[in-house]
């Protein structure tokens, strides 16, 4: 099987009819129906059944059309680093955001290296701190932004920012104080980001408290969202802040809660990355007077 087959397999899946991937595909349905013939006799197995409307994958053609499409993807991004390698300081950079990050730093950053570097686009994967490590271990990505905590392991790793975590809520639930405790916290309902949870969860347990877990999610706009409805209280790093909307929404410090969160830029060791990433390195490098390797 070859690059095309998959193409033209994918397409059939995604189009559900070989008459409509035909159509997209600008060819004639016979030679079309033929190449998925010859794919499944070459994978050795029925790929999807033909139904009167639409085709039906089988648990091989499930397995197939996964791996396809990222195949694909991976064939796309690698000719188009070949491409920039070929042409220098055009290209794309391919970078993971995680959402808290998106909103504040990002966008300064992606400022001061628009004007060094007009010609460099951006493709951007938005996602939670694991989902874009998983990205950078696949290679569909090249660099991210990332918070603490997460494993390092095979990974190049440079701390750009450290912030504290805050208390996120309708004013209604400070009471007119300037900051909080962990014992105020106990009695509210709580909203945590899940990598978070265990580390808190411990801070509370040390101080002698249980505090009331009203919801867990994995993603800091999810917790914002939440927090600014007045459901309850978000634990975030100061610089999540940014995408509250409601007025009545506001952060307090928690006076007996010392930990914080970094920013950090993440690659994956000992692999190649694309001269539009290289040049934000070193843009980065510039910004934050800190080295990248």
């Not at 009819?17 to 060819?27: D, E, F, P, V």
């Not at 949870?197 to 801070?203: C, M, Q, W």
């Not at 990433?277 to 070193?282: D, K, V």
Request: proline share 4%; charged share 20%.
């Amino acid at each position: 099987m070859d690059l095309k087959q998959l193409s033209y397999f994918v397409t059939v899946i995604q189009e559900g009819t070989i008459s409509g991937a035909a159509r997209k595909l600008h060819l004639t349905q016979p030679p079309l129906s033929a190449q998925m013939k010859l794919l499944e006799e070459e994978a050795g197995c029925l790929l999807f059944e033909r139904g009167s409307r639409h085709v039906q994958l089988t648990a091989a053609g499930q397995m197939l059309y996964g791996r396809a499409v990222k195949m694909l993807e991976l064939a796309d991004i690698t000719a188009r680093e070949l491409k920039d390698y070929r042409d220098g300081t055009a290209g794309c950079l391919r970078l993971g955001v995680v959402s808290s990050v998106g909103s504040t730093y990002l966008i300064h950053a992606v400022q001061d290296f628009q004007k060094q570097y007009p010609h460099i686009d951006f493709e951007l994967t938005e996602g939670n701190t694991y989902q874009l490590l998983e990205q950078l271990s696949s290679g569909l990505i090249e660099l991210a932004l990332v918070r603490t905590p997460f494993s390092k392991q095979g990974l190049t790793s440079v701390p750009l920012i450290e912030e504290p975590l805050l208390a996120v809520g309708s004013k209604r639930y400070f009471q007119n104080k300037n900051s909080i405790t962990l014992s105020d916290l106990s009695g509210l309902p709580l909203i945590l980001y899940r990598r978070w949870e265990p580390i808190l969860l411990e801070s509370f347990r040390e101080a002698g408290l249980v505090p009331h877990v009203f919801c867990k999610n994995d993603d800091a706009r999810t917790s914002v969202i939440w927090a600014d409805a007045g459901l309850g209280i978000s634990i975030l790093p100061a610089s999540a802040f940014g995408l509250v909307k409601n007025p009545d929404t506001v952060s307090r410090q928690i006076s007996d809660l010392p930990l914080t969160s970094s920013i950090c830029l993440v690659r994956s060791q000992d692999t190649w990355i694309s001269t539009a990433a290289r040049a934000f390195l070193n843009c980065l490098s510039e910004t934050y007077d800190h080295p990248f390797t």
